[in-house]
């Protein structure tokens, strides 16, 4: 490939890069997404899809071949502290179609984006391609510079979305810093057997100087063992055997199966960062999802956010889009209408991690569980506040632009 020319150009095939991919192209956009992997077979994402993304499938008629997909759904989430269970979230509550999660493997849920966003003339997903730098021209960006199997390729295009994470080098190329409000947290996800009888099919886990979120995956429980910033190194010096004691500890009925961590392979690292960009536009390119704001994983709700970008972005963007190069205007009202969404979810996650997660962590004896816990599991009508904020969002985006392709 020596050269290509597109509408829309796609940096990144996550959640974000893949819904837009799909909502433009069904706009009658021309679209290619670069996506520097050869497949999407990477574990240890986000793998919650939330009742505002299951309602979007709805909306674009595609709700009965997402449900054959084989997923766990799950209507409720606790908390556990000093063993005791507190219902804090009852997303069967909500005011929505959907009212549950979802939780399915994240290569799942792009493939399908991919093979629906494919039955477009105008879509086109490359793979083993990584962007490597910006085209510019013109005083704006119009197009990038990416590296394939078969060498280096230049795609030209009038708009640049760029979806490539909270690591973005195409933010970077384009001269955007992230201001970082820090977190206090990392996260060690792993993964142990699935047995019929098991407690909660989601919960998180609070016991002195320690946190431990399971979530249903069928046959596996995917688990999040939360650790002080930079703690990571520490706990590992303290040995294979020490962990899987501290999460026996913690969630007991796992007991009889931790030695299915058989080594520290099996334990792969987060690095939780939350940050987010002042701009997230320049001429002829715009950041949405992780590569705007990086998320903490309190909820589970970056993919959520990521998505409602992409909604959002193909709701103002395709009409202009098909005349041409976009005004940096037009840009400038994608990150107003998500700007509020982004800064509320990060303010309240930030509030979680400082007073409840942190607070836990440093905790050395038994401690009562929080007074908002308590509250919300002995009043159930005040469930759907946090199932709402987890489950929908802040202004969740709806589907307005209609198919052209």
Not at 267 to 290: E, N, Q, S
Request: charged content about 25%.
């Amino acid at each position: 490939m020596d050269g290509l020319k597109t509408q829309l150009c796609i940096v990144g095939g996550g959640p974000a890069g893949m819904m837009a991919g799909l909502l433009f192209a069904r706009a009658g956009i021309a679209v290619t997404v670069l996506e520097k992997h050869a497949d999407f077979l990477r574990d240890f994402r986000g793998d919650t899809i939330h009742p505002s993304t299951l309602d979007l499938m709805d909306e674009l008629g595609l709700a009965e071949r997402f449900r054959a997909l084989p997923q766990r759904r799950v209507e409720t989430f606790s908390g556990v502290v000093n063993g005791r269970s507190y219902r804090v979230a009852d997303f069967s509550r909500l005011p929505t179609r959907n009212r549950f999660l979802s939780f399915m493997p994240q290569w799942d849920f792009l493939d399908f984006l991919a093979g629906e966003a494919g039955h477009y003339p105008g879509f086109r997903l490359i793979r083993r391609t990584e962007a490597r730098d910006l085209i510019a021209a013109e005083g704006r960006v119009a197009g990038v510079r990416a590296e394939g199997p078969d060498g280096p390729v230049e795609i030209r295009s009038d708009l640049v979305l760029c979806a490539d994470g909270r690591h973005s080098a195409m933010r970077e190329h384009a001269g955007f810093a992230p201001r970082a409000f820090g977190a206090p947290i990392d996260v060690l996800w792993f993964r142990l057997p699935r047995r019929d009888g098991d407690p909660e099919a989601a919960a998180g886990r609070f016991g002195p100087g320690r946190i431990l979120i399971t979530l249903d995956r069928g046959d596996t429980w995917q688990c999040a063992y939360v650790v002080p910033k930079g703690g990571d190194a520490a706990l590992r010096a303290r040995g294979l055997p020490a962990f899987r004691a501290a999460v026996a500890e913690i969630a007991p009925f796992l007991a009889d199966r931790t030695d299915a961590i058989a080594d520290w392979d099996a334990v792969k690292l987060l690095t939780v960062t939350v940050d987010r960009l002042a701009r997230w536009h320049r001429p002829g390119l715009l950041c949405i999802g992780d590569a705007a704001h990086a998320m903490s994983p309190v909820g589970g709700v970056g993919i959520n956010l990521a998505i409602q970008d992409a909604v959002a972005a193909a709701n103002i963007l395709a009409g202009p889009l098909r005349a041409g190069p976009v005004a940096e205007a037009d840009l400038a009202r994608v990150q107003a209408r998500r700007l509020f969404p982004v800064r509320a979810t990060q303010a309240l996650q930030r509030m979680i991690q400082a007073r409840v997660i942190a607070a836990a962590l440093k905790a050395d004896e038994p401690f009562r569980a929080p007074l908002a816990l308590r509250i919300l599991d002995a009043l159930p009508m005040l469930q759907v506040l946090p199932a709402r904020m987890i489950g929908m969002g802040v202004r969740p985006e709806h589907v307005f632009v209609p198919a052209r392709g």
